[in-house]
């Protein structure tokens, strides 16, 4: 992207790096973002230093008093303006987060949507703020439950949905009456500059204090001071299983709040009866989109033995039409990985494959030459493994999709798809209608997010996101979410005059 794009969505390439609101300050080391799709510089910013993070985490302490003090319909018409913005920044926003982190046009244009969409899901959450009421055992006693602010949030995203994911935390927060700190991935600093300064826009025209939304740049260690603040009410983290365990650590360390969205490992089953035309839609999109760097992406796909060779095929023949290249261009199905790390790990992962005994349909490669000059371009990868394989078990954060054949009955597959250790995304693909309630059951699909007749990939904001076991149990977004950015409060009103005690106990003066 040029200058002057940059400069479109109010990003100051002078001036990047830490910020309360519009006031922008670094110190710290230069963090260089460089575009996957050309190895070009986009720009620099700067790390926060720990006396910057500490100014940062006062002005929030002030921010909290007065925001929690808005009533939260109020509160609801700051978020209502953002999403208003995004809808005007749309097709510039979702160029930079294609440009920066190098997912397809079309991909970062939709991560803006699902901004646009948790703005307008929290907007009417805002006058939906519910507690319940409580019939009490006592006469004359009423009894209720209610729900107020938690404080300060600390907001911890990843690479790979540089944009959403502050902004499922922050819309919902914000309306909750928190104010939040966001520290985003080193590897795409500039687009959280660009939504720092959107927000800090409007609450600036809106007269509101600047440390309602901040912004701290750097590596883990500014992850680290979040983790361990007890300044920090709740910490929100999505990223790495490995990451996550250690935030959990030190958050649980100062009996504080985690909410965690980490790794996946996501299989579609395809039972005898499964369309295979939306099977194959639903498992290449899955498998290759965001070239494989979704938490949601499609990892596994088991496949009834009956049926196997057909679905093998048919994949065969569709992986020969992916287009890879520049994500910008909308003809291309996938972009490049990341960075050059991420390369390495797909390597390494190809290798593990066939040390294991896996055998490789698809081979993987690293394209070199005109347009793939960033070295971090690879070609989308099928494999046929065994699911107790050390590699499957792992999440590769690649285009690698793996085929395991399952026999008998669909409870053999929904085994081998709880046997990992990740609970995110699952799916199947079946016209069986025993099967799928079989899948949706208590004795069914284990993860947090469970699909019939779609893939494991694109979640809807109106239900709550997240999953289990070594996904950290986090649910962000839709749904009942919000209680999450919430501290629930019981309340028992006594409107007699005498002083009933509960479960009959006597207690006379």
């Given at each position: 992207?040029?200058?002057?794009?940059?400069?479109?969505i109010n990003?100051?390439?002078?001036n990047?790096?830490?910020?309360?609101?519009?006031t922008?300050?670094?110190?710290?080391?230069?963090?260089?973002?460089?575009?996957?799709?050309?190895g070009k510089?986009?720009?620099?910013?700067?790390?926060?230093?720990?006396?910057?993070?500490?100014?940062?985490?006062?002005?929030?302490?002030?921010?909290?008093l007065?925001?929690?003090?808005?009533p939260?319909?109020?509160?609801?018409?700051?978020?209502?303006?953002?999403?208003?913005?995004?809808?005007e920044?749309?097709?510039?926003?979702g160029?930079?987060?294609?440009?920066?982190?190098?997912?397809?046009y079309?991909?970062?244009?939709?991560?803006?949507q699902?901004?646009?969409?948790?703005?307008?899901?929290?907007?009417?959450?805002?006058?939906?703020?519910?507690?319940?009421?409580?019939h009490?055992?006592?006469?004359?006693?009423?009894?209720?439950?209610?729900?107020?602010?938690?404080?300060?949030?600390?907001?911890?995203?990843?690479?790979?949905?540089?944009?959403?994911?502050w902004?499922?935390n922050?819309?919902?927060?914000?309306v909750?009456?928190?104010?939040?700190?966001?520290?985003?991935?080193?590897?795409?600093?500039i687009?959280?500059?660009?939504?720092?300064?959107?927000?800090?826009?409007?609450?600036?025209?809106?007269?509101?204090?600047?440390?309602?939304?901040?912004?701290?740049?750097?590596?883990?260690?500014?992850?680290?001071?979040i983790?361990e603040?007890?300044?920090?009410?709740?910490?929100?983290?999505?990223?790495?299983?490995?990451?996550g365990?250690?935030?959990?650590?030190?958050?649980?360390?100062?009996?504080?709040?985690?909410?965690?969205?980490?790794?996946?490992?996501?299989?579609?089953?395809?039972?005898?009866?499964a369309?295979l035309?939306?099977?194959?839609?639903?498992?290449?999109?899955g498998?290759?989109?965001?070239?494989?760097q979704?938490?949601?992406?499609?990892?596994?796909?088991?496949?009834?033995?009956?049926?196997?060779?057909?679905?093998?095929?048919?994949?065969?023949?569709?992986y020969?039409?992916?287009?890879?290249?520049?994500p910008?261009?909308?003809n291309?199905?996938?972009?490049?990985l990341?960075?050059t790390?991420?390369?390495?790990?797909?390597l390494?992962?190809?290798?593990?494959?066939?040390k294991?005994g896996?055998?490789?349909?698809?081979?993987?490669?690293?394209?070199?030459g005109?347009?793939?000059?960033?070295?971090c371009?690879?070609?989308?990868?099928?494999?046929?493994?065994?699911?107790?394989?050390?590699?499957?078990?792992?999440?590769t954060?690649?285009?690698?999709?793996?085929?395991?054949?399952?026999?008998?009955?669909?409870?053999?597959?929904?085994?081998?798809?709880?046997?990992?250790?990740?609970?995110?995304?699952?799916?199947?693909m079946?016209?069986?209608?025993?099967?799928?309630?079989?899948?949706?059951?208590?004795?069914g699909?284990?993860?947090?997010?469970?699909?019939?007749?779609?893939?494991?990939?694109?979640?809807?904001?109106?239900?709550a996101?997240?999953?289990?076991?070594?996904t950290?149990?986090?649910?962000?977004?839709?749904?009942?979410?919000?209680?999450?950015?919430m501290?629930?409060?019981?309340?028992?009103?006594?409107?007699?005059?005498?002083?009933?005690?509960?479960q009959?106990?006597?207690?006379?003066?």
């Amino acid at each position: 992207m040029t200058t002057e794009e940059l400069k479109s969505i109010n990003i100051d390439v002078e001036n990047l790096g830490t910020s309360t609101g519009n006031t922008w300050f670094a110190k710290g080391d230069i963090i260089k973002s460089y575009s996957p799709t050309n190895g070009k510089l986009i720009a620099s910013v700067k790390s926060t230093t720990r006396n910057e993070y500490d100014q940062v985490l006062a002005e929030a302490a002030k921010a909290k008093l007065l925001w929690r003090d808005i009533p939260s319909p109020k509160r609801g018409e700051i978020v209502r303006q953002l999403g208003d913005k995004l809808r005007e920044l749309k097709p510039t926003l979702g160029k930079l987060v294609s440009y920066e982190m190098g997912k397809s046009y079309q991909e970062g244009m939709g991560e803006v949507q699902e901004m646009i969409d948790i703005c307008d899901f929290a907007v009417g959450l805002s006058r939906q703020l519910y507690g319940n009421t409580i019939h009490s055992e006592r006469p004359g006693h009423r009894m209720y439950d209610q729900y107020h602010p938690l404080g300060v949030i600390g907001i911890i995203t990843a690479f790979n949905f540089p944009v959403a994911v502050w902004a499922w935390n922050a819309a919902l927060a914000l309306v909750c009456g928190n104010v939040i700190v966001w520290k985003p991935s080193e590897k795409t600093p500039i687009c959280a500059v660009a939504c720092q300064q959107i927000i800090a826009d409007i609450l600036k025209k809106n007269n509101l204090p600047e440390g309602i939304s901040s912004l701290v740049t750097g590596d883990a260690e500014v992850g680290k001071w979040i983790a361990e603040d007890e300044r920090i009410t709740l910490v929100s983290a999505t990223g790495s299983t490995r990451m996550g365990k250690e935030v959990a650590k030190t958050v649980a360390g100062r009996l504080g709040k985690s909410l965690l969205e980490l790794g996946g490992n996501n299989a579609i089953i395809v039972t005898p009866s499964a369309d295979l035309k939306m099977t194959v839609i639903g498992a290449v999109f899955g498998a290759v989109g965001t070239a494989g760097q979704r938490c949601t992406s499609t990892r596994r796909l088991i496949i009834h033995e009956s049926i196997y060779d057909k679905v093998k095929n048919a994949l065969v023949d569709a992986y020969k039409q992916i287009k890879i290249g520049d994500p910008l261009d909308t003809n291309h199905h996938m972009g490049p990985l990341i960075d050059t790390d991420a390369v390495h790990m797909y390597l390494t992962a190809l290798e593990e494959i066939k040390k294991q005994g896996g055998e490789i349909l698809v081979p993987g490669e690293v394209l070199t030459g005109a347009g793939y000059e960033s070295g971090c371009y690879v070609t989308p990868v099928i494999a046929e493994v065994e699911n107790h394989y050390d590699i499957v078990q792992h999440e590769t954060f690649a285009p690698i999709l793996y085929l395991i054949k399952y026999t008998g009955e669909v409870d053999n597959a929904i085994q081998l798809q709880n046997a990992v250790r990740q609970g995110l995304s699952s799916a199947i693909m079946t016209s069986n209608l025993r099967e799928s309630e079989i899948f949706l059951s208590q004795n069914g699909s284990d993860c947090g997010i469970a699909n019939v007749n779609i893939g494991t990939s694109g979640a809807e904001i109106g239900g709550a996101f997240g999953g289990e076991k070594e996904t950290g149990g986090g649910r962000e977004s839709g749904s009942d979410a919000w209680k999450a950015y919430m501290r629930r409060q019981t309340n028992t009103i006594n409107y007699t005059t005498s002083l009933p005690l509960a479960q009959g106990i006597k207690f006379d003066l």
